[in-house]
Structure formats: C-alpha cells, structure tokens
C-alpha cells in the first residue's frame, strides 16, 4: 500500500469479547490511526498525514468509502477534469448505494448517465459533469465551468450544447441557457464573470480574446473582451504586478499599441465584478457611448447574479 494512496479501514469482530473492532491493513494499528501519522478523510478512509490532498486523492478516497462501485461526479470530478467550481466541502461520488459519513456526498445515477476513466480512477465525462451540475450551481457558476472545460480541452462547445438539448428533467432549462453562453478560450474563470455581468445587463457580447497578428499572421496581441469595430477593449486585470520584464515589456509594448491605434481600454479588478458591478457597467456603458455605440436600456437580471455592495451606483468613465 502506497502511503500516497488513501486505504480503507474494516472492522472485524474479537472472538474473546464479541465486540467490532477497527481492522486497518497489514502493518498499521489503530494506535497508528489514532497518532499524528494518518489523516481521516472520510469515515473508515485514511491516507497518510504528509500526502497533499490532491483532487485525485479525494476522489480515490470517495470511491473507496463507496465501496469500491460508483464513480466520481458533480465538483469533485470536476477538480479532477482541471475545471473551475465553487468549492463545497464535499466529496461527491455517485452509486447504486448509499453510503454516509461527514464529508461525503453519494447521488443516485442519471439516466443516460456515462463514465470514463482519467487518472486511474472512474469519473464522469466532462460533459456528464457540466449536466449533473446543472442541479447544484447556478448560471453564473454553470457557465464558468463550462468555459473552463472547454480551455482544457475536455470538451467543446458544440458538445456541451447537443447534451443540454438533449438533456431532461430537474436543471435541463439552465443546462441549456448555461451552454449556449460558454464560450472558447477564455483564459480565466473571472474573464467569464466579467462578461456575463455585460451580457445579463443586455449590452451586445463582446469579443472573447480577439488577436492582433503581425504581417505574417503570427499572433501580437491578445485582449481578453473587446469591440474591435469601435476600439473599445475591457480587460480583467488579477496582477499586482508583472510576473517579469519580459512581461512588463509585452505589456508596454501593448498598451503604446492601443495608444497609437485610438483603442479604450477599461481595466477590471476583482472588486469590481464582486462588490461594484453597477459602477463597473456605467464605466463600460460610459466608454461604448462615447466610441460611438448604441447602448441599450440595461436589464436588471444582472442584479440577480452580481449582489452590490450598499452605494454602489452607475457614474459613467
């Protein structure tokens, strides 16, 4: 047994007292368990105390405390796809079988419902996953999931979308709203909530990573969402500082670009999606008036997703 391997504790009966008693695996005793050398996962599921909890190792500990006979789905596969999700907690499996225990989440299948297996364990399919979590996030959520399966290449979007059409039951509407905004290389799971803070107000969506090339094709620049027709880029910004001087470099040569071509650039924080949204859309609103668009009366579903912080209103660039 690999101390990097979670392993699953039995009980057996003392034949002098008739009591259940724990029933670790060779070489290991129930002091061993009870002393700083292991780690309790799950209930009867140990892995040793300096292995990282990585997302294959909880998943191969939900499967052992399934016995053995159900398969990873819903966040913990997730994780183990490489994908963004909202962290709960819990280790989620899914089995013919109920088993309990803190920290472990067990779902009966779906209907239609497929496997595959990634790293040596059981798991559901990347697009499987999106539609099991279809009952358990919500839109914004849903579709910075998806955008993320589809930047690691687990799936498209075309496949998202045939599984939502097709899909029945409890969360089949939001399956379907949800992939028909995923989008493709989009580079971070706070890109995708900028966006949809500007698509759930009603403003036109904009472009997703659109390439300035040189002359011989070979990409020069990329801007994260833009307007290309009207000079307009609006950019998720999460550094507090270039990572280097090749960066900073880029980043220079980047914004003298958009200096000398008559591009707008409004730069978005972390804060400005989660605590000022209303303000971040009149700054947006703000900089497509004055570039000449036509702007939208904005639609309130947006407040439902992206809650403000009080006085948070619109004050336009």
């Avoid at 900073?248 to 980047?254: A, E, G, K, M």
Wanted: aromatic share 4%; net charge positive; glycine share 10%.
């Amino acid at each position: 047994m690999s101390s990097r391997q979670p392993f699953r504790v039995g009980t057996t009966t003392d034949p002098s007292t008739g009591r259940r008693v724990l029933s670790p695996p060779d070489g290991i005793t129930p002091w061993d368990l009870r002393s700083g050398r292991f780690r309790r996962l799950l209930r009867g599921v140990y892995v040793a105390a300096t292995a990282p909890l990585t997302p294959l190792l909880l998943a191969q500990a939900g499967l052992l405390a399934a016995g053995g006979k159900g398969v990873v789905s819903h966040h913990t596969a997730a994780r183990l796809w490489g994908a963004i999700v909202p962290d709960d907690g819990l280790i989620h499996v899914t089995c013919v079988g109920r088993p309990r225990g803190s920290g472990l989440k067990a779902h009966r299948p779906r209907a239609g419902q497929r496997g595959t297996t990634t790293q040596g364990v059981l798991v559901t399919t990347p697009v499987d996953t999106f539609l099991d979590l279809s009952t358990h996030l919500g839109l914004v959520d849903l579709v910075v999931l998806g955008d993320s399966l589809v930047r690691k290449g687990r799936c498209t979007v075309e496949q998202l979308l045939e599984a939502a059409r097709t899909r029945r039951g409890r969360g089949c509407l939001l399956a379907r709203r949800a992939a028909a905004l995923v989008r493709a290389e989009v580079d971070s799971p706070m890109e995708s909530r900028l966006r949809l803070l500007m698509v759930l107000a009603g403003l036109p969506e904009p472009t997703v990573n659109h390439k300035v090339r040189w002359a011989d094709g070979t990409v020069r620049f990329r801007f994260d969402l833009s307007y290309p027709s009207h000079g307009v880029v609006i950019e998720y910004d999460g550094r507090q500082h270039a990572e280097s001087d090749e960066q900073w470099d880029h980043d220079i040569d980047r914004r003298e670009w958009m200096d000398g071509n008559g591009v707008r650039l409004v730069v978005v924080r972390s804060k400005d999606v989660h605590r000022t949204p209303a303000r971040t859309l009149g700054r947006i609103t703000g900089v497509m008036r004055a570039r000449g668009m036509r702007v939208p009366r904005l639609s309130d579903e947006w407040r439902r997703h992206f809650p403000s912080l009080p006085g948070d209103v619109a004050v336009p660039a």
